[in-house]
C-alpha cells in the first residue's frame, strides 16, 4: 500500500517532535518508519494507519526512537565511510592513479630543487585557503542542510588539516630538503588533496541523498528540525 501525502505529513510530524535535529537522519527515520508502515499496510488490509504507526513504534521497545536513531546514525556512518572508501579505491585504481603518482614525483622534486621557505609557504597558504572554502560552503547551505550530521563533521574538523600541515612544518624546521623530507612533503599533500577531495565528494553525496529523501517525502520546514 502507498501511503497518502497526508498519511507522509503525519509522520514527519511524528518523528519531527521526537527531537532529531540532524536532516539526513531525520529523513533516514523518516523513510525507514514509511518503509516499515507500508508494509504492515499491506500485509493486513485491515490495519488503519494509526494502528501501523503505533506499532512500528513499539517495535522499537522500551527506549522507541532513540533506538532507530542510534541503529540509522551507524547506516549513515557506514555510508558515509563506504564513500570515502569508494574515493580512495577510486585514487589507487588504473589508470587514475597515474595522476597522484605523477602529482607526488612532482612534489617530491619541487622540494628538493624550489627554495624552501616560499614553496612551504604556498602549500600552507593552499591549505589555508581549501579550509576556507570548505567552511564557506557550509555557510552557503540552506538551515536544514548545515544541520545534517555529515554536515556538522566536516566543519567541526575542517582546519585539522591546517593545523597539521603547520605542525610538519614546525617539525621540518623548513630546511630540511633531503630526500627523506622530500617523500615526507609529497605525502602529506598528497594527504591533504584525497582529504579535500574527499570531503566534497562526502558533502555531494549526503546533501543528493537528502534532496532525494525530501523528493519523495515532501521538504521539511526549517522550524520543523531547529
Known amino acids: 500500500m502507498t501511503l497518502t501525502p497526508a498519511h507522509l505529513d503525519q509522520i514527519k510530524t511524528f518523528i519531527s517532535k521526537r527531537g532529531f535535529t540532524a536532516m539526513d537522519l531525520q529523513m533516514e527515520i523518516i523513510d525507514h518508519v514509511a518503509c516499515r508502515i507500508e508494509d504492515k499496510l499491506t500485509e493486513n488490509p485491515s490495519l488503519t494507519f494509526e494502528q501501523a504507526l503505533k506499532q512500528t513504534h513499539a517495535e522499537f521497545g522500551i527506549f522507541g526512537f532513540s533506538t532507530l ?6 547506516s549513515l556512518n557506514r555510508k558515509y565511510r563506504g564513500v570515502i572508501i569508494q574515493e580512495f579505491r577510486r585514487w589507487i585504481s ?5 595522476l597522484p603518482i605523477g602529482f607526488g614525483i ?3 622534486y619541487l622540494f628538493l630543487m624550489a627554495p624552501s621557505t616560499p614553496l612551504l609557504t604556498a602549500c600552507a597558504l593552499l591549505n589555508i585557503m581549501g579550509s576556507i572554502v570548505v567552511c564557506t560552503n557550509h555557510l552557503r547551505m540552506k538551515k536544514r ?20 600541515f603547520q605542525y610538519w612544518l614546525q617539525l621540518g624546521h623548513h630546511t630540511s630538503q633531503t630526500w627523506e623530507w622530500a ?5 602529506l599533500c598528497l594527504g591533504l588533496c584525497f582529504l579535500f577531495v574527499a570531503v566534497f565528494r562526502l558533502q555531494t553525496f549526503a546533501l543528493s541523498k537528502c534532496q532525494e529523501l525530501e ?12
Open 215 to 226: 523528493a519523495q517525502y515532501g521538504v521539511l520546514a526549517d522550524n520543523q528540525i531547529s
Open 106 to 108: 612532482l612534489l617530491f
Open 94 to 98: 588504473f589508470p587514475s592513479v597515474i
Open 183 to 187: 617523500v615526507m612533503f609529497s605525502i
Open 145 to 164: 542542510y548545515r544541520k545534517m550530521m555529515v554536515m556538522r563533521g566536516v566543519s567541526a574538523y575542517a582546519f585539522v588539516p591546517t593545523i597539521a
Open 69 to 74: 536513531e542510534e541503529a540509522m546514525a551507524k
